[in-house]
């Protein structure tokens, strides 16, 4: 059974940062994408960042040059390192990761998620 667990979640204050963690289990993402997306209070879930096989990341222009994220294919994880916290970052953030190719900006693309993590940003 594959599960991905995320952890380091939390509350921090304006201008701070968070570190997340995802491990994958059951199955090893190697090739496809693997990364994360956010839901806050009252909208959709949407794109935050992804990384591909080979290296290539994409990133939501509300997050880039604040988020960075990475990966390491021997442990099957992938991490978001947040800086520069803003209050509109505030959601639950899911880990995600597909088994074919397409859009990485769709949801639809990723056929595993995590139970997500909640990140609060205090103003």
């Known amino acids: 059974q594959v599960q991905l667990v995320e952890s380091g979640g939390g509350l921090v204050q304006a201008g701070g940062s968070l570190r997340l963690s995802c491990a994958a289990s059951?199955?090893?993402?190697?090739?496809?994408?693997m990364g994360w997306f956010r839901q806050a209070p009252g909208k959709e879930r949407e794109f935050v960042a992804t990384?591909?096989?080979?290296?290539?990341?994409f990133y939501a222009n509300s997050v880039k040059g604040r988020f960075t994220v990475s990966r390491e294919y021997a442990k099957n994880t992938v991490a978001l390192q947040m800086n520069s916290l803003k209050p509109e970052d505030t959601a639950v953030y899911y880990c995600?990761?597909?088994?074919?190719?397409?859009?990485?900006?769709?949801?639809?693309?990723?056929?595993?998620w995590g139970q997500g993590t909640q990140v609060t940003v205090s103003s």
């Open positions: 990384t591909w096989g080979g290296g290539s990341t």
């Open positions: 059951g199955r090893t993402f190697s090739n496809t994408a």
């Open positions: 995600a990761a597909a088994v074919g190719g397409g859009s990485v900006y769709n949801s639809r693309l990723y056929d595993y």
